[in-house]
């Protein structure tokens, strides 16, 4: 009986021993269709993980903020009267937006703020959640796609106020504005697939969170955010190879034209936007057993 019992031990310790070594470091090295299928499973079986990851970042944002969802707000508003300001004094002398300046502006910066703050919140992601981070043993792409929740919602708030500033300029959409979303999601994956390299040089040189404020406020000026692409020039083509151009401007021709201007634009901005999410993610998923070692 006792040799029967050790014998069964031992093929006991022997099969614990061969699962384990299914689950080594090495098995996530690849591109292959098997690690990305175990990715998106494990991200699948995190979605509980992202949905209270969410509700911890919302509550914190607004729980003791006075004026709460307004905040959200504020970028936008104050950045559309100082363009508008400045158009109508002359200064800017912005023409052939197609629909009144304000609602241009505000509908680019409802955009751009989608763009340029879920950057800034994907670089803060794993140092915003330090303790958890070293402590739990969890998937750590939670953190980043949860922050982008946080965007999301923003996002959503600025729409209202889009709608009111259509309202009160006389300004309807067409009906393809319910295909909104379609266009909208490149623009998510860009954001994301930047994130994720940007969340991890932050672990390393926390001041990228810094850097990344600095640059979108330059790269607006690049972007057809307060006006639209010139026809001729040198910002023309910096705008010509400027991924965000083709999705701004094809979110601008479902809501206010009806049609896209530039599909081929779209096409390629979409493919790039998907294939960048797919190596962020990748890449973080490859050096996400080290992360606690830098925090």
């Not at 140092?127 to 739990?136: A, L, N, Q, R, Y």
């Not at 946080?150 to 600025?158: E, M, Y």
């Not at 940007?198 to 979108?216: A, K």
Request: charged letters at 15%; aromatic letters at 16%.
């Amino acid at each position: 009986m006792r040799s029967t019992d050790s014998s069964e031990d031992t093929q006991s310790r022997q099969a614990s021993v061969s699962e384990e070594r299914i689950y080594t470091p090495s098995t996530q090295m690849g591109w292959g269709f098997k690690i990305w299928r175990e990715m998106f499973i494990e991200l699948i079986s995190s979605r509980e993980l992202i949905w209270r990851l969410f509700m911890r970042d919302f509550s914190a944002r607004y729980r003791q903020t006075i004026l709460g969802f307004f905040w959200a707000l504020m970028l936008p508003l104050v950045a559309t009267f100082t363009f508008v300001l400045l158009n109508y004094s002359g200064l800017l002398k912005i023409s052939g937006t197609g629909i009144p300046y304000p609602v241009y502006v505000m509908f680019g910066m409802t955009i751009w703020q989608t763009f340029s703050g879920g950057l800034s919140t994907c670089a803060n992601a794993l140092v915003s959640g330090g303790s958890i981070v070293t402590k739990i043993n969890f998937s750590k792409e939670a953190l980043v796609f949860s922050s982008m929740g946080i965007i999301a919602v923003d996002f959503l708030i600025r729409l209202l106020l889009l709608f009111i500033a259509m309202v009160v300029f006389q300004t309807s959409p067409k009906w393809t504005f319910f295909l909104l979303p379609i266009i909208l999601l490149p623009i998510f994956m860009l954001t994301l697939g930047l994130g994720f390299f940007l969340t991890l040089i932050n672990v390393i040189f926390r001041d990228t969170s810094h850097i990344v404020t600095i640059m979108t406020s330059f790269l607006i000026f690049l972007t057809p955010v307060i006006y639209p692409v010139p026809e001729t020039g040198v910002m023309f083509w910096i705008m010509k190879y400027n991924p965000l151009t083709p999705l701004i401007s094809a979110s601008r021709d479902i809501v206010f034209i009806g049609h896209l201007t530039d599909a081929s634009g779209l096409v390629w901005a979409s493919i790039f936007s998907f294939l960048l999410f797919l190596i962020g993610w990748r890449f973080f998923h490859l050096v996400e057993l080290r992360i606690a070692e830098r925090i």
